[in-house]
């Protein structure tokens, strides 16, 4: 049962343009949510969060706006650069005793063309 | 201030085997979680340890258990291995509760069930 979801497995976009990358879940339970990079042969990354009571994070180039009503998050990457290439993760959590479990998609792999 | 670690970076096992996996958390993290990547998917949760104790598992089989060490550190414990075990087994360590909802990955170890 995948309650987290990332429908594009891939995505190419030019360097410089806009980044879009979508995520969608099924549990109104998740409270927290999280985009995370990988490259290969590497761990994943923290990239960027959003808590429910937000419907929009900013850092730098990465924004993440959250939809809960459509419970739909994404993630704008502007402008997108080479280095951003990369597998992104989608993950979302809810709170129990102590600590997050995390729920993943399957991850969008991005690449920047030069 | 050093990151998550996980030892060996590869493994090779055969059927019916038994594996340890390794995993040291970040300074200051007392809370570690284990997930299961097979290829083309996301990380999927196995279980988290906070203060030497299970905290939450995922839909995975008893073969699969786990340790929290006093340092923090852990172990994943795989019996009776299946064809299917074959994946990236990641760690991830986070700070005690109340600071950012963030997990910190490790590289991940590689095992591969001949």
């Known amino acids: 049962d995948q309650q987290v979801k990332q429908n594009s497995p891939s995505l190419s976009v030019q360097e410089g343009r806009i980044s879009i990358l979508n995520c969608d879940y099924t549990?109104?339970?998740?409270?927290?949510f999280l985009w995370y990079k990988k490259y290969p042969a590497e761990g994943p990354t923290f990239l960027i969060s959003?808590?429910?009571?937000?419907d929009k994070n900013e850092d730098g180039r990465f924004t993440v706006f959250l939809n809960k009503s459509a419970k739909h998050l994404s993630l704008h990457i502007v402008p997108s650069q080479p280095g951003d290439s990369a597998v992104y993760f989608c993950?979302?959590?809810?709170?129990?005793?102590?600590?997050?479990?995390?729920?993943f998609g399957t991850g969008t792999s991005l690449t920047v063309i030069p | 201030e050093t990151g998550v670690t996980q030892s060996p970076t590869h493994l090779i096992k055969t059927r019916g085997q038994q594996v340890t996996l390794r995993c040291s958390s970040q300074s200051g993290h007392n809370t570690v979680s284990w997930y299961q990547q097979a290829l083309g998917q996301g990380p999927q949760f196995i279980f988290q340890?906070?203060?030497?104790?299970?905290?939450g598992r995922g839909n995975f089989p008893p073969r699969f258990s786990g340790l929290q060490f006093p340092n923090y550190s852990s172990e994943l414990n795989v019996n009776a291995l299946e064809l299917d075990d074959s994946a990236l087994y990641l760690c991830?360590?986070?700070?005690?509760?109340?600071?950012?909802?963030?997990?910190?990955f490790g590289p991940g170890t590689r095992l591969l069930v001949l």
């Open positions: 991830a360590s986070s700070p005690p509760s109340g600071q950012q909802e963030t997990q910190y």
């Open positions: 959003i808590s429910s009571i937000k």
């Open positions: 340890y906070y203060r030497e104790e299970e905290n």
């Open positions: 993950a979302a959590s809810k709170r129990f005793s102590v600590g997050n479990q995390f729920y």
């Open positions: 549990n109104s339970m998740f409270d927290y």
